[in-house]
């Protein structure tokens, strides 16, 4: 998928110019002067909502230069807002124990499958030990179970339990509010990072 390429079409049915309402119902989970990391940002509609609790710094990353370039001008006045042109995997791990909250809305589901062990492991080492994963999981954005169809790809609780549990006690069930085409299609989840003796060795490079 070129997703920049969608950007620079306008071919992006995933952005709907607002807040995702999962993410708008976590938002008070997050701590003032919150150092917050959005993986797979887009243009920043979840921004919006974000900014209410007024975090230190949002993180914005994302891959398509075009989803950053229309994000930086949306929030150019916001100088907490840091928008981020790469890949959150490298970026976790240049700056390992630095976040307090992970953000995640439409890019778990938008990766390749065989990289979400190393998502998981990303999220893992950038979050500090009581940190929180907040998010809008897809699990089921078509009607088949054909994991390898996507994106978006779709995902189980018992995947995400076996990806994100080594290092995280999880929260996780069909979350009640959403756009309209996802409505009990989405998992509403909280990930708090605990401390783990084996962490050095369980995270992986990536």
């Given amino acids: 998928m070129d997703w920049n390429q969608a ?3 306008g071919n992006t049915p995933w952005d709907k110019g607002t807040p995702s309402p999962v993410v708008g119902d976590l938002v008070s989970e997050i ?6 990391v959005i993986p797979g940002c887009g243009t920043g509609n979840d921004v919006l909502a974000i ?5 230190k710094t949002i993180t914005c990353i ?8 229309i994000l930086g001008q949306r929030f150019d006045s916001f100088p907490n807002v840091k928008p981020v042109l790469g890949d959150f995997m490298s970026f976790a791990a240049a700056h390992p124990s630095s976040a307090d909250v ?6 778990f589901c938008a990766i390749p499958v065989a990289m979400r062990s190393d998502y998981a492991s990303a999220c893992a080492a950038i979050l500090r030990p009581g940190g929180k994963i907040l998010g809008a999981f897809y699990w089921k954005p078509r009607d ?11 995902t189980s609780e018992a995947e995400l339990r076996t990806l994100f549990g080594t290092w995280f006690d999880i929260e996780i069930r069909v979350a009640d509010v959403g756009f309209a085409e996802r ?6 989840v909280v990930m708090t990072r605990t401390p783990n003796v084996n962490d050095a060795a369980s995270i992986r490079s990536v």
């Fill in 7 to 9: 950007y620079l079409e």
């Fill in 62 to 69: 994302d891959l398509a230069p075009k989803a950053i370039a």
């Fill in 51 to 55: 900014l209410e609790v007024k975090p």
């Fill in 102 to 107: 992970i953000v995640e809305h439409t890019c």
């Fill in 144 to 154: 088949t179970d054909d994991i390898s169809i996507g994106p978006p790809f779709q």
């Fill in 183 to 188: 409505l009990g299609r989405e998992f509403q």
């Fill in 31 to 36: 701590p003032q002067l919150a150092n917050v």
